[in-house]
């Protein structure tokens, strides 16, 4: 057991919160941070806030350098309030509206992610003069939770929009490209570099010089994920053999793998139905914070608080709400003890990406996901 697992787990028996809940060691998140630093040590790294956007995390990573990248106004405002500085955040939702880019350069944002002529004639009205990087779209294996064709645009248009930035007085500083997330084959991004590359030859009057890889690196549910020194080699790997001697500034957008493996979420069992298999009901499920469980993307570890059962059989897990969607996994082969029973508390690891943020609002009254920051191991912010 890590020790910020133990640190969440005695929180847990020291304060007994309300289930269900999502409990996040910060001190884990920045460590997180660093180690990522640490194999990337002259790449920028920008915090994909959506992935989780408590307060306390994006502090923390604030005082430890990072810089963010955000999607709206309101994680710009988050961030600002949190300590950033505005210049240290990069727009990098490529679908936005005028009036949030307008918002995004009053509040000092320069950098942009676009993938489309309708955003860059609205950034050139509404943010002038900011630095625009153009996303491609990958066209390479799709990861766990694919972003199928909604972003990004193949290199012909890249070509064409970056020329078109430059020509309406905005700096075209780049490219991105996201692999998409829990992305576990890593010739994605020997692919998505190798096209990045390319457009750079093709614009040598341009002064492009920024690369950025976005997010996508895993870790390890049910399954196990390539750890950050083999994403690492491989990355630095595709630099160098597409970009010999010159590689552009580096820019990653890490979500997933700073703060999954620092949450955990603990739930309840509110029924159990027998049968073969049985149906086990839990307190959290779809709309409650385990949105990523859709397609039975992202199968969690799952296990029983302290007890190890003689015996265990296969179950079908499925959430409290009544819709008939808030099935977690039925295909998916879970087992739990065969004399589990309601009442009895289950964890579920690595918990801490895409849940709270995902939660909804009050979907058949249920509020959403609670979460516990823990700093020093106390109880810094409860959300
Ligand atoms: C969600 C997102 C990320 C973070 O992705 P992870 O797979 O969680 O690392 C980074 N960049 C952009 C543009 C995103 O939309």
Avoid at 194 to 203: I, P, Q
Wanted: charged letters at 20%; hydrophobic letters at 40%.
């Amino acid at each position: 057991m890590s020790e910020a697992l133990g640190r969440i787990r005695q929180f847990l028996t020291t304060h007994a919160p309300a289930m269900p809940c999502l409990v996040i060691d910060v001190d884990d998140v920045v460590a997180r941070f660093g180690e990522f630093r640490a194999h990337f040590p002259t790449a920028r790294a920008c915090y994909a806030v959506k992935a989780n956007p408590a307060p306390a995390i994006v502090r923390a990573l604030a005082e430890a350098g990072a810089e963010f990248d955000v999607a709206s106004p309101a994680e710009i405002d988050l961030c600002l309030r949190e300590g950033a500085a505005p210049r240290s955040l990069s727009y990098g939702n490529p679908i936005k509206k005028a009036t949030d880019i307008a918002y995004a350069y009053d509040r000092g944002v320069r950098e942009f992610v676009t993938d489309s002529a309708g955003d860059i004639d609205n950034l050139a009205a509404h943010a002038p003069g900011a630095q625009v990087t153009v996303r491609l779209s990958v066209d390479a294996p799709a990861s766990v939770t694919p972003f199928g064709r909604k972003f990004g645009c193949g290199p012909e248009l890249a070509v064409d929009l970056l020329q078109r930035a430059e020509r309406s007085g905005l700096d075209a500083a780049g490219l991105a490209f996201h692999v998409g997330s829990q992305q576990l084959d890593r010739s994605a991004w020997d692919i998505a570099i190798g096209t990045a590359a390319k457009v750079f030859a093709e614009l040598t009057t341009l002064d492009l010089r920024r690369l950025n890889l976005g997010g996508g690196f895993g870790v390890s549910y049910a399954g196990e994920a390539p750890d950050l020194e083999q994403y690492a080699s491989t990355v630095h790997h595709s630099l160098d053999a597409h970009f010999p001697g010159h590689t552009p500034e580096i820019v990653f957008e890490p979500g997933r793998i700073l703060t999954a493996e620092a949450g955990l979420i603990r739930t309840e069992v509110v029924l159990v139905k027998p049968g073969d298999p049985r149906w086990v009901y839990l307190d959290i499920g779809r709309y409650n914070g385990l949105a990523e469980t859709e397609n039975e993307y992202i199968a969690y570890r799952i296990e029983t608080v302290e007890r190890h059962p003689e015996t265990d059989g296969p179950v079908i897990l499925a959430g409290p709400t009544c819709d008939g969607d808030d099935v977690l996994y039925q295909h998916t082969p879970y087992r739990l003890p065969s004399d589990l029973k309601a009442g009895e508390r289950l964890d579920i690891l690595s918990a801490g990406a895409y849940t709270a943020s995902y939660s909804s609002v009050s979907f058949n009254g249920i509020a959403p996901l609670r979460t516990y920051c823990l700093v020093d191991g106390k109880l810094a912010d409860e959300l």
